[in-house]
Nanobody, 123 residues
């Protein structure tokens, strides 16, 4: 089992930045690919970014590429999502997820999920 806890969400004005963190515990964090998803009210959960166990490869959805950066620190068992130039349409609950093996973009590929952290971007 892997337990994931997100933090760093909050209220920010359009154009601002936030850095989300996801702390992992349980099995060896460095064995898992990690990803960030988000879900806005009334919408399906959406893939944002993923990173391999080593951090050597990343993959981004079009919606976040250029504004969002995923990174990880295996010594701290933590994955991050740096979000810049935030827009009101980025308002959502943001989730981190983990899976053994290589990174994937589909929600169904991830075995472990955090409880989510709310991000609200005001105009």
């Amino acid at each position: 089992q892997v337990q994931l806890v997100e933090s760093g969400g909050g209220l920010v004005q359009a154009g601002g930045s936030l850095r989300l963190s996801c702390a992992a515990s349980g099995r060896t964090f460095s064995n898992y690919a990690m990803a960030w998803f988000r879900q806005a009210p009334g919408k399906e959960r959406e893939f944002l970014a993923a990173i391999t166990w080593s951090g050597g490869s990343t993959y981004y959805a079009d919606s976040g590429e250029g504004r969002f950066t995923i990174s990880r620190d295996n010594a701290k068992n933590t994955v991050y999502l740096q979000m810049n130039s935030l827009k009101p349409e980025d308002t959502a609950v943001y989730y981190c997820a983990a899976r053994p093996g290589y990174l994937r973009a589909s929600m169904e590929s991830y075995d472990y999920w955090g409880q989510g952290t709310q991000v609200t971007v005001s105009s």
